[in-house]
């Protein structure tokens, strides 16, 4: 699976934004047809995502992946994002305000019906979902297995607070039920859990104290919305290098005293180790493995 520790937003019809998106080092560029485009330039915002799409993925210092992010069925505008932007190149699109699996399912009739009139392996175009109202979280186990092009769910909070009259805070205590439950449907159906922007963008202790909060969630990356934030979400969302030693010790340790020698638990450096810190330390270097994978393409 692709690393997703961020996922830079640009505005679909802001020419500035757009022509500095390569030099954003995120894992993810979203170009934006949703709330980032007032009514009146969806279709200018449409054509200028055509335009430049390709243009951002070859010229990305990372190697991000591109994705759109589409208005949701209500809106009536679907079709016409889709028309637009499902293309050789594009490797996902993010459904906003997602609320129940049959949302995805329509979705994944429509990316199947374009590929194959354009010509594409059918299967190409992943699918983000925006899990932002009470709605989208009531059902978010559902909508995550709604399709196997689910590759991710963001907890979308500002307009998860909108929905539930609540002011969003740095505190995020208004929060935490709604982002949880992200995070164990995404757990619970092999998707990434993304977490939702952080407004403060100014406020970097509060921002990286917020992604350790997440981090402890299950969360595994990041929606940004400002470029200062996107260094410590790819930071912060990676293995420590201190827990990748410790991994690779484990996994030396339990695979030659322990497995080789018939036994269950093993010691290192003075703590027990058994099955589950093994698969935990797996689990580490296989992260560590992906982002090294992605950083020398």
Not at 63 to 76: D, F, K, L, Q, S
Not at 108 to 137: F, Q
Request: proline share 5%.
């Amino acid at each position: 699976m692709a690393v997703m520790r961020s996922i830079f937003y640009v505005p679909g019809n802001n020419p500035k934004f757009i022509e500095k998106a390569p030099s954003i080092p995120a894992d993810i560029i979203t170009l934006d047809l949703e709330d980032a485009v007032p009514p009146s330039e969806k279709e200018n915002a449409r054509k200028m995502i055509v335009e430049n799409m390709n243009k951002i993925a070859k010229a990305s210092v990372s190697g991000a992946e591109m994705y759109v992010r589409i208005n949701n069925w209500e809106t009536e505008m679907t079709n016409d994002d889709l028309e637009a932007v499902v293309q050789p190149g594009l490797n996902g699109v993010t459904l906003a305000k997602t609320g129940h699996p049959d949302d995805v399912k329509r979705l994944a009739w429509k990316l199947e019906e374009l590929e194959r009139r354009r010509g594409m392996e059918v299967g190409t175009v992943k699918i983000s979902m925006l899990l932002e109202t009470a709605k989208g979280i009531m059902n978010a186990y559902e909508c995550c297995m709604a399709s196997p092009r689910n590759v991710n769910a963001i907890f979308g909070a500002v307009d998860y607070c909108r929905d539930m009259h609540v002011k969003i805070t740095n505190e995020a205590v208004e929060q935490l039920w709604g982002r949880a439950k992200v995070a164990i449907a995404c757990r619970a159906s092999g998707l990434v859990a993304i977490d939702a922007p952080f407004v403060s963008f100014q406020d970097t202790e509060a921002f990286e104290r917020n992604v350790r909060d997440g981090l402890q969630m299950g969360y595994g990356g990041r929606m940004i919305i400002h470029p200062s934030q996107v260094e410590p979400s790819n930071r912060l969302y990676a293995p420590d290098p201190a827990d990748v030693e410790w991994a690779r010790g484990v996994v030396k340790v339990f695979e030659e005293e322990g497995l080789a020698k018939g036994k269950a638990a093993v010691s290192y450096l003075g703590k027990m180790v058994d099955t589950p810190v093994y698969d935990n330390a797996r689990d580490i270097l296989a992260a560590q493995a992906e982002i090294d994978a992605k950083n020398n393409r």
